[in-house]
């Protein structure tokens, strides 16, 4: 069964990333993506050349740490090799489908202006946007087959003083419940050119958050006043260098029978972060319990924190059968996405070591549910 041309390959693809970039609002990452692993957590690396299987090479460069030379002292052959660190990312090919039925039934199939194939653009679009967004959801959960290497464990509490804690830990990168010392995160700079740490939480961390004691104080005497107070608006807001934010919570289905997370394995009706019940399960995996002990699983993010790669542009495909009695549409991408985790081309730091862990991600568990 052969695809159906619709139109030349040129006007398909500028026709199908006009309808993208019509939802890019949608998606909950867009704001903190960008080509620019300093202003951005989610770095967008884009090769329009790359296929199945082809690579895409992250490239980072390091600081120089040495000593100086004092007085009359041979400083030639004390120089500091330039620091370097890459990793790579594998780009695979997905296919988004929807059902026509037979609506183009004795109409122009080639004729892209046909409300069917706008209709059909639209949807498959605003499904990209909520796909993307879980796979960068799940990939920052650490369940694509990238284990945590830094959690701070709270237990069953998640308060103001909490915040603090957190801040200083972000800060001098220490005092973890899993993971050494290491590299402090770097933060991300705001349009504005301030640096900060994106913190992400769920809807039920946000709850134990607003309800304790601490924050509420915070809220009330420190908070400003009027209409863009924190109260009011039910937002959280910047709290000292952490700009705290809630996000969505996960709606959909997950093939439990997968070897971890896989993107085609998972149904997503609306993207956002799972959490764990006591005995492993993910939310929308099958056999999760919400009855169990549950386990909330917040991010604090920090530049270049997490890489999506994306190859071949975008396309939309067309396919009939029963004499094009029946057909289906197609959005067809080349991407991939992991958490940062850098390799030292020459030598890493002795200290604030970078390579071979979650470069700019440390992960926050806390118990939401007894």
Same mark, same amino acid.
């Given at each position: 069964m052969a695809y159906v041309g619709v139109g030349s390959e040129l006007k398909r693809k500028k026709w199908l990333r006009e309808g993208l970039i019509q939802k890019k609002t949608n998606s909950f990452w867009s704001t903190f993506s960008g080509q620019d692993a300093s202003t951005a957590v989610v770095v967008q690396? @884009?090769?329009?050349? +790359?296929?199945?299987?082809? #690579? =895409?090479?992250?490239?980072?460069?390091?600081?120089?740490? /040495?000593?100086?030379?004092?007085?009359?002292?041979?400083?030639?052959?004390?120089?500091? @090799?330039?620091?370097?660190?890459?990793?790579?990312? #594998?780009?695979?090919?997905?296919?988004?489908? =929807?059902?026509? /039925?037979? *609506?183009?039934?004795? *109409?122009?199939?080639g004729d892209l202006s046909l409300a069917e194939h706008a209709d059909s653009r639209d949807k498959l679009a605003d499904l990209y946007m909520r796909w993307k967004d879980q796979f960068i959801f799940d990939t920052a959960q650490g369940l694509m087959g990238q284990a945590p290497t830094h959690i701070i464990d709270l237990s069953a509490t998640m308060d103001y003083n909490n915040l603090l804690d957190i801040e200083k830990k972000v800060k001098t990168s220490s005092g973890f419940s899993t993971g050494g010392t290491r590299r402090p995160l770097m933060p991300y700079r705001l349009s504005n050119g301030e640096g900060v740490w994106l913190f992400l939480v769920d809807t039920y961390m946000a709850y134990k958050l607003k309800a304790s004691t601490g924050y509420q104080n915070m809220v009330y005497n420190a908070d400003v006043r009027g209409a863009d107070n924190r109260a009011i608006k039910g937002i959280i807001g910047k709290i000292g260098s952490l700009l705290v934010v809630e996000a969505d919570t996960f709606f959909g289905e997950t093939d439990a029978a997968a070897t971890g997370f896989t993107m085609d394995k998972t149904k997503v009706e609306i993207s956002g972060m799972r959490r764990k019940d006591s005995a492993g399960k993910w939310t929308g995996m099958t056999g999760y319990d919400a009855s169990l002990q549950q386990i909330s699983r917040g991010l604090i993010?920090?530049? /270049?924190?997490?890489?999506? $790669?994306?190859?071949?542009?975008?396309?939309?495909?067309?396919?009939?059968? &029963?004499?094009? *009695?029946?057909?289906?549409? $197609?959005?067809?991408?080349?991407? /991939?996405?992991?958490?940062?985790?850098? %390799? +030292?081309? @020459?030598?890493?730091?002795? *200290? +604030?070591? =970078? +390579?071979? %862990? @979650?470069?700019?991600?440390?992960?926050? &568990?806390?118990? =939401?549910? $007894?």
């Amino acid at each position: 069964m052969a695809y159906v041309g619709v139109g030349s390959e040129l006007k398909r693809k500028k026709w199908l990333r006009e309808g993208l970039i019509q939802k890019k609002t949608n998606s909950f990452w867009s704001t903190f993506s960008g080509q620019d692993a300093s202003t951005a957590v989610v770095v967008q690396v @884009n090769n329009e050349t +790359a296929d199945t299987g082809h #690579t =895409v090479v992250f490239d980072y460069d390091g600081n120089l740490s /040495g000593k100086s030379t004092r007085g009359t002292d041979t400083a030639y052959g004390t120089g500091e @090799n330039k620091k370097k660190f890459s990793t790579t990312l #594998t780009v695979e090919r997905h296919r988004l489908v =929807v059902n026509n /039925g037979d *609506k183009f039934d004795a *109409k122009d199939i080639g004729d892209l202006s046909l409300a069917e194939h706008a209709d059909s653009r639209d949807k498959l679009a605003d499904l990209y946007m909520r796909w993307k967004d879980q796979f960068i959801f799940d990939t920052a959960q650490g369940l694509m087959g990238q284990a945590p290497t830094h959690i701070i464990d709270l237990s069953a509490t998640m308060d103001y003083n909490n915040l603090l804690d957190i801040e200083k830990k972000v800060k001098t990168s220490s005092g973890f419940s899993t993971g050494g010392t290491r590299r402090p995160l770097m933060p991300y700079r705001l349009s504005n050119g301030e640096g900060v740490w994106l913190f992400l939480v769920d809807t039920y961390m946000a709850y134990k958050l607003k309800a304790s004691t601490g924050y509420q104080n915070m809220v009330y005497n420190a908070d400003v006043r009027g209409a863009d107070n924190r109260a009011i608006k039910g937002i959280i807001g910047k709290i000292g260098s952490l700009l705290v934010v809630e996000a969505d919570t996960f709606f959909g289905e997950t093939d439990a029978a997968a070897t971890g997370f896989t993107m085609d394995k998972t149904k997503v009706e609306i993207s956002g972060m799972r959490r764990k019940d006591s005995a492993g399960k993910w939310t929308g995996m099958t056999g999760y319990d919400a009855s169990l002990q549950q386990i909330s699983r917040g991010l604090i993010l920090g530049a /270049g924190g997490i890489q999506l $790669a994306m190859g071949k542009m975008p396309d939309y495909k067309y396919e009939a059968t &029963d004499f094009e *009695k029946f057909s289906e549409s $197609a959005m067809e991408i080349w991407c /991939g996405a992991k958490n940062t985790k850098l %390799y +030292a081309e @020459n030598s890493d730091y002795s *200290k +604030a070591k =970078v +390579a071979g %862990y @979650n470069f700019g991600s440390i992960f926050l &568990d806390v118990q =939401v549910q $007894a």
